[in-house]
Nanobody, 122 residues
Framework: QVQLVESGGGLVQAGGSLRLSCAAS????????AGWYRQAPGKQRELVAA???????NNADSVKGRFTISRDNAKNTVYLQMNSLKPEDTAVYYC????????????????WGQGTQVTVSS
């Protein structure tokens, strides 16, 4: 069974930094593409940053210059480095990834993590 486990959320003051991690566990071959999403109370879930299998990245305009998505293929882990955090970055952050895995054969599926809370105080 494949799972995405997020960690690294917490409470931080405005201007501070956090690094989120999303580790894929199970009979994993690789994370293909991945993205970080966030959902604030009363708002829709939105894409924050994404990374392709080749390492190309794309950020939402609201986080450009402050957030960086990266990946460690050897660890099957995706990261989100968040700098210069603002109160409006407060949300539950979710990892989403397309994963190839083994279950008697090779398969591809899309998974979501459970979410991690990020709270930025002013």
């Amino acid at each position: 069974q494949v799972q995405l486990v997020e960690s690294g959320g917490g409470l931080v003051q405005a201007g501070g930094s956090l690094r989120l991690s999303c580790a894929a566990s199970g009979s994993i071959f690789s994370i293909v593409a991945a993205g970080w999403y966030r959902q604030a109370p009363g708002k829709q879930r939105e894409l924050v940053a994404a990374i392709t299998a080749g390492g190309r990245t794309n950020n939402a305009d609201s986080v450009k210059g402050r957030f960086t998505i990266s990946r460690d293929n050897a660890k099957n882990t995706v990261y989100l480095q968040m700098n210069s955090l603002k109160p409006e970055d407060t949300a539950v952050y979710y990892c989403n990834a397309g994963v190839t895995y083994y279950s008697n054969s090779r398969y591809y599926a899309n998974y979501w993590g459970q979410g991690t809370q990020v709270t930025v105080s002013s």
